[in-house]
């Protein structure tokens, strides 16, 4: 429940720039729901998840998110309440119902599952805005802002995707040559281009070397084989530079955007560590 609700305001945090920030009881409300997120994500998440990473930004920007998500389903509620109208029960079960299948019934929680939702929140934010606000020349500020922030996730997202790719290409340039006897452990983009040019995946379930094979991978890989130093011959590392205080998906950073086995927020701001690949050849 308290991932879910990081995931969806982490995921619909453009949402908070259309919020009107008025009055005390909205600001209470707020305080006192971040507060106790917080809490919650500092005791109960932040205590057993690993994290390279300062950890007090997790918890923040958990009771940030999470405060965030709270806001949207709560809003859902009282415009319902306020319209009693098919078109604001449609919005409420919208938004509700894929938090409830993204949140309880999926096997992670992922951002792409809250994708669902993104029109549902847009409409009932855009709403709320044009009943508070004047019309007037900074109308379109909280446009510019959502856009600003979410330009740069999708960079960030993209500096860390072309990591895989370029240790990829890094190991093809190397031992393309004996693609047969190179194995490599890593999932998402780093096994597609690692398949492209003939290197197989390592198998878990028979995890032996033979003689003269190449593992690679990367370090940030959860599932980590253990190599027996005596069958090591060489040993290589490189590291791979990303945006260096913003990151969706990374092991050790929080961030999870594509699961929640990565982390329990959609993406953080954080000190961002370069993303280190290693290869060893067997003897």
Known sequence: MLMGLAFSGGCFVSALFFAPFRGRRLFLAAAISFGVFAAA???????????????????????????????????????????????????????????????FFNWSITARTFLPMAPAVTILAIQHFERLKKRSRLEYLPLLGAAGLSILIAVADYRQANCARDAAWLYQKRYGAEASKVRFLGHWGFQYYMEQWGAKAFDRNNPKVAHGEIVVGPFSDPNVVHVSVEKVFTRDESTFSTLPFVSTFRVGTGAGFYSSFGGPLPWVINKIPPERYYAVETR
């Open 41 to 103: 994500f500092k005791f109960l998440i932040c205590s057993w998840i690993y994290l390279e990473t300062a950890e007090a930004a997790v918890w923040l920007e958990g009771g940030f998110f999470a405060t965030i998500g709270a806001g949207i389903l709560a809003l859902a509620v009282i415009n319902m309440l306020h319209q009693k109208s098919a078109d604001a029960l449609l919005l409420l079960l919208w938004i509700v119902g894929t938090f409830c299948f993204a949140t």
